[in-house]
C-alpha cells in the first residue's frame, strides 16, 4: 500500500488506545488529528518562548538590565530568530525598548515598564506559592522508581515550568534538608535529588482521582456511571472533527476499565502477559498525565519530560505515548519543538482552573499577542491593558 494511502487509511480510522498502525514517526505525527484552538494558542506561545528568552539575556545583569542589539544578533540562530534580532524587537514594542547608547556607540534593549512590572508579578507570585512548589518536587520525586530521586539536571529542564524559582536549588531544596536532600549522581559533576522519607503513597493523591470524586458526586454516585468503567479511567475530549467509530470508541471503553497501578504506587513485578504490558502502558499515561498536572500551565515539550523516562521507569516512546491517546493529550510541532498540552485542563485556549504564576505568564503573553498595535499606548500601564487583552487573546488563540 502506498505510504499515503496508509496515512489517509489511519485518518479515516483512529487506531485503538494502545496499538496502533506500524508508521515511520514522522508519519504518525503528520497523521494526527489538528486542534485548531490548541494551534493557534501554539502560534502566539513560540513566540512567547522567544521573548522569555531573550527576557532572561536582559534581566541576567540586574544592576543594568539591557543587553545589545547586537549581542542578540549574534545569538539568532540559537534563539530562533528568523528575521534577525533587531526585526524581532520591533514586532514588540509593549515588551522590549531599543535605543542607542552614545557612549558605546551600540544600539541596546531594555524592557519596557509593562514588561517589567510582569516580571515582578511572576516572581512575586512565585515567592507565594512556595508552599505548591515544595509539594510539587515531592510528588514528582514520589513517581521516581529510582529510590524517590531524579537527577538534578533533569528538574533544572522543567524548573520553569513547575514555577519553581530561578535560585530553586538555594532557596527550595537547601531551605527544606527535611524534605530533600542532593547526592553525587554516578557521572562527575552531577548530582540527584532525593526525598529525605519516603512518603507514603496512601498521602498522595493523583490529580485524576479529584476529576473521578467529581464525577461520582455529579452523578449521583454512579446511577447513570459505570463504577468499573469510573474506577480506572481518565478525562477525554477529541479534537474537533476528529472520526470515532464504533471500533475505536469500544477499545477506549475497554481501555478506560483496565486496571493499572497509580503514579504514586509501587509497581511491583512486571508482568508478561498482554493484560500486563497493557497495564504497564497505562500506568505510563497515569505517569505523564500527573506530571502535566504538576506544571503551572499544564504543558510542557516532549523532549524535556523525555529525560525523566529512565527514573519513572517508561520503556516506551513518550511522543508516541501522547499520540496514542489524543483524547487526553494534544501534541503540537509549531515553533520546531513538540510540545504536549493536557486536553482536559483547556477550554478556548486558556487554563480552566488557573494560578497566580499562570495569571502572570498570561499578562506576558497578552502583549505578545498584542504585537505592534496601539503603540499610542505603549507607555500605559499593565492595569490599563488587562480589560482589553482577554478578548484579543481569545480572537487569536481560537475557541476550537
Sequence with gaps: MATHHIIKHILLHPPSTSVRFKTTSVQYVASRARDPTFEKLMDNYKNLLKVVAIQDLILANPKNPTVSVQFLSNLSQKLHLSRGAASFLRKYPHIFHVFYDPS?????????????????????????????VVDRLVRLLSMSTVAKSLPLRAI???????????????????????????????????HVLKLVSVVPSGNLRAAVENWRIMECCKEDCGSSVDPLELRFSFKHGFPPGMRLGKNFKAKVKEWQR???????EEMGEKKKSKSGIMGLEKRAVAIVHEFLSLTVEKTVEVEKISHFRKWFEIDLNIRDLFLDHPGMFYLSTKGKRHTVFLREAYERGCLIDPNPVYDAKRKLLDLVVLGRHRLFSSGSTLQDMDGNEEGKLQEEGGDG
Excluded at 179 to 185: E, M, Q, S, V
Excluded at 258 to 264: E, K, N, R, S
Aim: net charge negative; proline share 10%.
Design 258 to 264: 483496565l486496571p493499572y497501578v497509580g503514579p504514586y
Design 156 to 190: 533544572f529542564k522543567v524548573w520553569r515550568e513547575l514555577g519553581l524559582p530561578d535560585d530553586f536549588e538555594d532557596s527550595v531544596i537547601l531551605q527544606n534538608p527535611h524534605i530533600f536532600k542532593l547526592c553525587d549522581g554516578n557521572e562527575p559533576n552531577t
Design 104 to 132: 558605546k556607540s551600540l544600539p541596546f534593549c531594555k524592557l519596557t515598564d509593562a514588561a517589567v512590572e510582569i516580571s515582578r508579578l511572576e516572581a512575586a507570585a512565585i515567592r507565594g506559592s512556595m508552599p505548591i
